[in-house]
Structures are given as C-alpha cells and as structure tokens.
C-alpha cells in the first residue's frame, strides 16, 4: 500500500513540478521547436523527446531506414532486411517446432527479443499470442515477441532503431533497444511492386510478393494513405530420409519393412496362394514377389511412399516424391496485411489522427514422422508391437486369452552371468546350456486387459497408416491494431493524447494424426470375446472398419494476446542561460489480457478403461493396491491395474500437437499505470545532460522504478564523444506466465512428450519452480560520433555493457520421476503419466552482455555510397543454479553463451545513375556454437559453427523514370553451414535447427516496381 501511495504521490508532484516551470518562462519560447537545418532525413524522435536533434547530436546510438531499404527484397519482411543492415539484429526460421515456427523471434545485441521494445509512432506496438516455449535457441527460448510480419512494409515512412538502453523512457522491454515505426505520410504518390523468386539449387521455397501504396490529400491539409501487402512462401526441404524410413524400406535388417512382415504372418487367407502372406492387424503392408535376381521387396503399398490406407481420403505425406517423408525447411506460409494512416488539422493547432493495421496468416507446418515398427515415446508398447498373430508353429490363429508377446526385458532370476547378453545395462538374450537364444514368451492377458488389448489393435497404425504417418499442423493468424489521438499546441505545450487497442490471435488444428486414447467400440475382437482368432478375417475386417471410423482432424485450440492503452504526452522547450531545457512528462495506463481456448475433446481427451473402477479415484485406488502387493513380493497385476491405455506410453491427445485442455484453458489479466519526467539540459553550446525517471505499478507484481542518465559533448569540431548509464526492467509477459502445453520434442535421439506449465502451477513446484518476477537490468554505454564534412556521411563507434538480472528464459528439459509423475497426476489428470519431461519458465539465471558498434555510411562520389557496420559481442552467464535437478544444464548455458556469433559485419556498396543501379551486399558471420544435434557421444555434444561470409547482389534498370525492373540473389554464391553427423539420433537433419544465417541457400528474385508523383488523371 505504501508503494501504490508513493506512486500517486510521485504523480502528483510531477504535474505541480511542469505548471511551476510553466510559469517562470516567457510565452515566447512556444516558438522553439523544430527547425528545418536541410537534412530533414537525419532528424530523430527516438531517444528523446527534442524534435530538432540529429542523428550525431543524440546521446545514444541510433540507425535510419529508409522505405527503399525496407523492401530491398521479395523474401520475407523487413526483419530479413534488418538481419543484412543492423550488426547485431539477427533472425531466423525455426523448422519443425510447431507454433515457434510461426513468429521469427528477431534478437539485438544478443538478448532475448523480449528485450527489444517495439513502437509504431511512437506508441507501444501489441505482443503476438506465441510463446517461444520450443525455440532451438536458449537465447530466443521462452520470449513473446512483437510480430514483425504482420506490418505491410511499403506503408513504412522509415525506421529507427535505438542501440541503447531506454526502460526510463518508454517502459518495459527496453533492455537492449527500441525500434521506432514511422508510418509514410506522403500524398500524391502510387506505387507498385510485384516479384517472385526461389531458392534455384533446389527448384523449392518459392516466394511470391505483391505491394501498394497509395496516398491523397484530403481538406484541412490532412492525408490519408493506404499500403496493401500479399505475400507467399512454399515449403523448403534440406533435410535427408528419415533413419526410420531408409530401415524400412531395406530387405534385411531388425527394423526393416521385409522383418517387420515377416514376424506377423498370419496363415493364409481362403483362396489365397500358399506363398501369400498377409498382415494380422490390417491390409499387408508389402507384397513379396520373386524374380529372376532372387527375393526383392516390392514398396509400393507402404503408404508412406504412395500406397493407399484404408481410407484414402488420408495422405501420409501430401508433398511430391522429390522431399523426403519429413521435410526440414522453411514452412507453407501465405500473407495479407493492410494499413490505413490518417491526419486532419481540426484547428491551426490541433491535429486528429489516426492509424490501423490488420493482417492475417495461414500456415502449414509438417511436424516428426512416426514409424510404423518402433514408435517409442510415441506408443511406447513394444510387447504388443512384436506379438505374434498365429501359433508358434503356424497352425493356428492365437486366441486372445492364449495369445503371447516376447518379452524384451527378459528375467534373469536365478540366470548365470555367462548366460546373460546385456547391451549396455539393458538385457537382450538368456542363453541356455548349449548357448541357444531362450526366447520368453509372456500372456498378454496377464498384462493387458481384454479392453486394454482392443485400444491397442485399434491403434496400431498398420490398419491405418501402414506406412506410417507424419502430422501436420495449421494455423490461421490474425492481428489487428488501431489508434486514435489529438497531438498540437496548447499555450506553449505540444501535446499528444491518444487509446490504442490491437489483438493477436491464432488458431490451431491438425491432420494426418490421431489420438490412441480414444477409440470406438467393437463388436468383434477380444472387446467382447476372449476366444475371438485375433488376426482372422472376421477381425481384421473389424480392424478395417473402426480405421475408417478413426478422427484424424483436431480442432487444437486458440492463443489471443489483447492489448489496450492510453498515452498522455506533454513536452516543452525552454531557453535557459547555457541554452534550452527540454522537459517531456506523461502517464500511461495498460489493460493486457491473454487467452488460451480450449480444443476439441478428441484432441486432449482419453477413454477410461472401467476394468478396475469406473471412476478414476477407483482405478486409482485398484492400482495402489496392486502396487502394495508388489512391494510385498504378493502375487498381483499391476500391468493390468495400472498400465492400461493411459499409462503405457500411450501418448494422450493428438499425436504431434495435443489439444488445450481445460487444465490448460483460461483467461488472465491485468493493468498497469506509469508516469515519467525526461529533462534533457544545454550545459553549454557544446554539451547537453539528459534525466530521465519512470515509475511504473503492475497490479500483479506491484511497482518498478528505473532512471537513466545521458552526457553528450563535443571531442573535436566534428565530433562529439557521449555516453549513458540506466537501469531497466521487464515484466514477465502473461504468456510466459500461463503457458501450459504438451508437445513432442526430440529427446537423446528419441521423441518424448515434454508438458511446459506455468512456473506458479502446482504442477511445476513439483520440479521446483517458482512464481515469475520483474527481471532488471544495468546498461552503460559510451562512444563516439560525428560527420564526414563536406562529403556528408556519419560516423560512430559506441561499447556497451548490459547486465540482466533474474533473467526470465524456459528452463532445460527435466526428467521426471515416477513418483512425480504420481503427483503431477492429481494435478493435470492421466496425461501427466505420458510426460517424459517437464519444463517452466524461471528467473534462474543472471548475464552480462558486453561489446561494441562501429557504423559508417557516406557517399563516395555522385553515384556510389557505401555503409558498413561492425559487431563484437560476448555473453557470459553470471549466475545459476546449479543443484541437482537445477533449471538449467550445462547445454543451456553454453547455448546462452555461444549461439549468437561473437562477430557480425554488413558492408554495402550502393551504385544509383540516371538509367540503372547496382547493390552489393557482404553479411559476415563469426564462430559460434550450439548444441550437436548430430552427436553420437558426449564429447561431441557441442559444434562449433563456421564462419561465413554471404554476398547479396541485385541490378535494376530505370525506364521512363517510373519503372524499375530488379534482378538480384541473396546469398549470392550459395553458402551452407557445415552438416551434421549422420548419428543414430538422426531423424532426417542435415544441419542444426539454428544457424544464425539460415540453411536454405541462394535466392534469386526478380522485382518490377512502378511509382508516380502527381494526379493519375
């Protein structure tokens, strides 16, 4: 209470403190302002709240974007552009990571992109409804960024972009920087572009683009101005087949297609050749056929490679023959995205304005294929999956009461150590006397019970994808934003008033899946008649028909992020001895609302298996009893009592991506109000101070307080020397708050079901988590800037120090117990016994961010200019923990460290005549590390990155003055990272999930662009 007191009271002073100042100066400073010094182009309004300062008179460092430079390409958006201009910026695409894989976190300075604020006129832009909660990177791990994507980058007027610390100044989020929308205003002007290009080694990744412009004048010297933007992206692959498929599709071998037949024959059907054989559980998966050169196995019913299921309507893999079965690369996107911008003068000195954007993405996303043969962590029941469907000598189906599976952990009571044949810990053979293989056989009664065994047959996805099956996500996005405000002058104030609202919103299904915990009722089969032949005809066809009845379509559930606010701006300039004082001070309230909707039941649900109690505290109950006569070496069934449906690795929900469940489901809020004072003083005609102070008060974790302090002054005639020192702060966002979802993620080389839920869940302090706070950060800079003289150009050099403390980042994988998944089950239900790991979001861990910026940019004659930027950066993890069953592992730390490059340089040389032009860019990228996604061992666990240096270069043609034509390639001479090894853990990579500049190689583009100035009739 006192703190929320001492906020009211601090406002309250801040307006006195303004009305006093007001009335000591003379009216007459109302006309100091902005003022025309011929280089319009230079003047900034990021960083301070002066209207007449320049890019080397700002007390931090800055960059300027042009429209040009915002759409130098057709692939991608702007972010692809700041990615080959900004030193630090960095963004890439993640494959293969469901939702992540939709929004590009885009880093600075190697922070997260949490740390980079955000602003489209100077006001605060939304968040996007993605959490990066299965990013590849640690650095970009757990953020909820700003979609970049959905602003039409033609409506651009420019970008600014400051390198620097500002939380004082604008808020939360501003630890390594801020970017700076300005919205085009101009009128009188049409223009058009249109182009295509692809990735031309692979003939894939085609992108397609189209972009307009328009603007008109309309009375009370007002504009308004439309920007329209489409885009496409196809799918690129640049992974290799599959280890499971290649298996597969061999003759011999333990996980071959031709074994995988050969242990379920079942006898001959009526009417059939002797030599036929054919599957127990489905149509037969191969058709073995003999010529000439001896037995070849014929692939042409796998479905997988273009054999038809039982229900064709399914299609295991929708690509063309030229990807292999699960594709890494960048996903199927499409793109829409509009603005609108309007101003009026409603009086000399009031203007009305108002701007909205709105956009919208659909996108495919294929995720990990899974095996017909051995889907460990997926259907994790191996014993069933090597059952035999006839009698050990052929002559007979097996009944289910007499049916048998081999065991594979075999008993080794009583067994002689030189009869046991171990592979690491793990028993695979019990010799006999004479050094045969003794093979046990197990009952699969006294494991599984009679409707426990129906689930498993219904499933088994040789009757519905004999082939095996790949799920594909898709997502339909949606954003929308608009802003209404007064700005002008009201007796000698310049004022700005404005309410925002936008909303981020995606929806998710998928296809080509299914969930084995919920499976239709038989009439045949073991469901109700334990003497049913399982593998006759009468089953089969009964196998046949609950396939065909199997939903493979899921409604997943929704992500909505929501966002409104009300800014209140005054700013002054008055004239003091030394020079002028600018005072800015204004307040701000905030209302955040963020939504998870619930998915269909049949993505999350399961069906119970009454057997041992109809309720789950009754089978509950069956199971801990059986599990006491266990401890107490007392005949039981825990097998049956326990591992039915839900807890023997039966993945619960849609395979790839389970539903939201109510569990997960909900909406939270909550509002903040701040209030801040930013001074900034002439000391002399050559020095100026700056002071700034925030206070800010969450109504979920109470009040922030973060001031910086600034100091330019002249170190020659030319330039001028400067620095900085603030602190900051970033409140956790309320999806890195509530986060609750399961996924399949590849674990040690298998795929495991990994829950992430909200650190201040129950179910998360079973691993030891803890409620989010506020992280806080230190930022210093100094450096240096200046201009070229005569030939114009800029200059600066500026070393910076970040500290962030409580840093706020998902934790590692961590492996759970059975007896926490035993408590995370009176938690989240059933599907915590599924759950190989869990993680949550922690501020487990402290980093300091050091290094330095070198830009120039300046004309070398009348036609050629040339701009470089240069970046050293290093980050060093501080503190952790690092107890046992700590958040994070030597893996995410190193991660944190080295995945950013310690080095980045961008160079471009422009040429621009009368008639044509050229553009040559160099991108160069210094060592970095990551995970070994390749590794066969431990000392492999980590890779070192190449350094790469990448060209871009384009050529344009003027005719008529208002048409271009462009011809360009980025990645000009066709540089791919190193690939990994072809390691047992392989599951189709060639190269790591992360490379900081992508693995797709050249792109080659065509544009054509056409713009006019003036009445078009």
């Not at 929004?103 to 997260?112: H, I, Q, Y």
Request: with cysteine; proline share 4%.
């Amino acid at each position: 209470m006192k703190n929320r007191l001492n906020f009211w009271l601090f406002l309250g002073v801040l307006l006195m403190g303004a009305h006093s100042v007001q009335a000591q100066q003379d009216q007459d400073d109302a006309d100091s302002g902005y003022q025309d010094d011929g280089n319009v182009e230079e003047i900034v309004v990021l960083g301070t709240r002066r209207v007449d300062r320049t890019v080397t008179e700002s007390a931090g460092p800055i960059d300027i974007f042009t429209p040009d430079q915002l759409n130098s390409s057709v692939q991608g958006d702007f972010r692809d552009t700041l990615r080959k201009t900004i030193p630090s910026f960095n963004v890439t695409r993640i494959p293969l990571s469901d939702a992540p894989s939709l929004a590009r976190p885009a880093t600075m300075r190697g922070l997260s992109p949490d740390h980079t604020l955000v602003l489209l006129n100077g006001t605060r832009r939304h968040r996007g409804a993605i959490v990066q909660y299965a990013a590849p990177s640690s650095v970009t791990r757990g953020s909820q960024p700003v979609d970049f994507g959905s602003i039409p980058s033609i409506g651009l007027g420019r970008l600014e972009v400051l390198r620097d610390g500002a939380s004082a100044q604008y808020g939360s989020d501003a630890i390594a920087g801020v970017m700076n929308v300005q919205l085009r205003e101009d009128v009188g002007v049409y223009e058009f572009r249109v182009g295509g290009g692809l990735h031309d080694r692979k003939n894939d990744g085609e992108s397609n683009k189209l972009q307009v412009y328009t603007g008109f004048s309309i009375p009370r010297d007002g504009f308004l101005t439309f920007a329209l933007e489409a885009d496409s992206d196809e799918l690129t692959s640049r992974g290799r087949e599959h280890r499971g498929v290649v298996n597969l599709k061999k003759d011999t071998g333990f996980n071959s297609a031709k074994v995988f037949n050969d242990t379920r024959l079942a006898k001959p059907t009526a009417g059939g050749a002797a030599g036929d054989s054919t599957l127990a559980f489905g149509p037969s998966i191969l058709t073995e056929h003999r010529d000439t050169g001896g037995s070849k196995t014929d692939l042409s019913s796998i479905a997988g490679f273009g054999a038809s299921p039982i229900n064709p309507a399914l299609a295991v893999n929708p690509y063309s023959e030229n990807y292999p079965t699960m594709t890494w690369g960048n996903p199927d996107t499409s793109n829409t995205r509009m603005l609108v911008n309007f101003g009026m003068q409603i009086t000399p000195d009031a203007r009305l304005y108002a701007y909205m954007t709105s956009a919208a993405m659909d996108a495919e996303i294929d995720f990990y294929w899974r095996t017909p043969i051995n889907r460990g962590g997926i259907f994790n029941t191996p014993d069933i999956q090597r059952g035999r469907a006839v009698n050990a000598d052929g002559s007979d189906f097996q009944r289910y009461n007499e049916a048998t599976y081999k065991v594979r952990n075999l008993d080794t009571t009583d067994v002689p150590d030189d009869r046991i044949v171990k592979s690491g810990s793990r028993v695979v053979a019990v010799l006999d006397a004479n050094g045969d293989v003794v093979v046990k056989d197990k009952m699969i009664s006294e494991t599984y019970t009679a409707a426990q065994h129906n689930a498993l047959l219904y499933m088994d996805v040789r009757g519905l994808y004999p082939g095996g099956y790949e799920p594909i996500m898709y997502s339909e996005t949606s954003d929308s934003a608009f802003t209404l405000g007064f700005d002008g002058t009201y007796e000698g104030w310049n004022y700005d008033v404005n309410i925002q609202t936008g909303m981020n919103t995606v929806d998710f299904s998928l296809s080509n899946s299914l969930n084995p915990s919920i499976y239709p009722v038989s009439g045949v089969g073991p469901g109700t008649n334990t003497e049913a032949e399982v593998g006759s005809t009468a089953h089969r066809e009964d196998l046949a028909s609950r396939a065909a009845q199997v939903q493979t379509e899921f409604e997943i559930g929704s992500l909505e992020q929501q966002e409104s606010a009300m800014h209140i701006d005054f700013s002054k300039i008055y004239s003091i001895k030394s020079g002028e004082l600018s005072l800015a001070w204004g307040v701000e309230g905030r209302r955040e609302t963020y939504t998870i909707g619930e998915g269909e039941f049949a993505s999350w649900g399961y069906t119970a298996d009454e057997t041992y109690g109809e309720t789950p505290e009754e089978r509950a109950a069956a199971c801990a009893a059986e599990r006491t006569k266990e401890a107490n070496n007392e005949a039981h069934a825990v097998g049956q009592a326990c591992n039915d449906q839900l807890y023997k690795g039966m993945v619960i929900g849609s395979h790839g991506l389970p539903g939201f469940s109510p569990n997960d489901a909900g909406s939270w809020s909550r509002n903040s109000m701040s209030a801040y004072m930013d001074l900034e003083i002439d000391l002399s005609a050559t020095s100026v101070l700056g002071l700034a102070y925030r206070i800010e008060d969450y109504d979920d974790f109470g009040i922030t307080k973060n001031a910086k302090i600034s100091l330019r002054a002249a170190a020659g005639e030319r330039t001028n020397w400067r620095t900085t020192i603030s602190t900051g702060f970033r409140a956790p966002t309320l999806g890195q708050t509530w986060t609750s979802v399961t996924t399949t993620s590849l674990v040690d080389g298998e795929l495991r079901q990994v829950g992430t839920l909200p650190a201040s869940s129950p179910a998360a302090r079973i691993k030891g988590s803890k409620p989010l706070e506020p992280e806080t950060s230190r930022n210093f800079s100094f450096g240096f800037t200046g201009d070229m003289g005569e030939r114009g150009g800029t200059w600066s050099l500026d070393f910076y120090s970040i500290r962030v403390n409580d840093r706020i980042a998902a934790s590692g994988f961590l492996t759970l117990t059975q007896d926490e998944k035993d408590q995370l089950e009176q938690v989240i239900g059933p599907a915590a016994q599924t759950l190989g790991r869990l993680r949550y979001f922690t501020n487990d861990i402290d980093t300091e961010t050091e290094g330095f910026d070198l830009v120039l940019s300046s004309p070398i004659n009348d036609s050629w200019r040339y701009s470089l930027a240069y970046n050293r950066n290093r980050t060093q993890v501080r503190e952790y923990s690092k107890h046992s069953g700590a958040p994070f592992s030597r893996r995410e730390v190193v991660e944190m460290e080295q995945q950013t490059p310690k080095q980045r340089l961008n160079a471009t040389f422009n040429f621009d005549s009368k008639v044509w032009g050229q553009e040559m860019s160099f991108r160069y990228y210094g060592r970095w590390a990551d995970y070994n996604q390749g590794a066969d061992t431990r000392a492999d666990e980590f890779i070192v990155g190449k350094s790469a240096l990448l060209v871009d270069m384009s050529w344009y043609v003027k005719i008529a003055w208002r048409h271009e034509i462009r011809l360009g390639a980025d990645n000009l001479f066709d540089q791919y990272p190193n690939r990994i090894n072809n390691s047992p853990n392989s599951v189709g990579h060639q190269y790591n999930d992360f490379v900081p500049y992508g693995y797709n190689g050249r792109f080659a583009y065509l544009r054509y662009r056409f713009i006019y100035e003036g009445r078009l009739y």
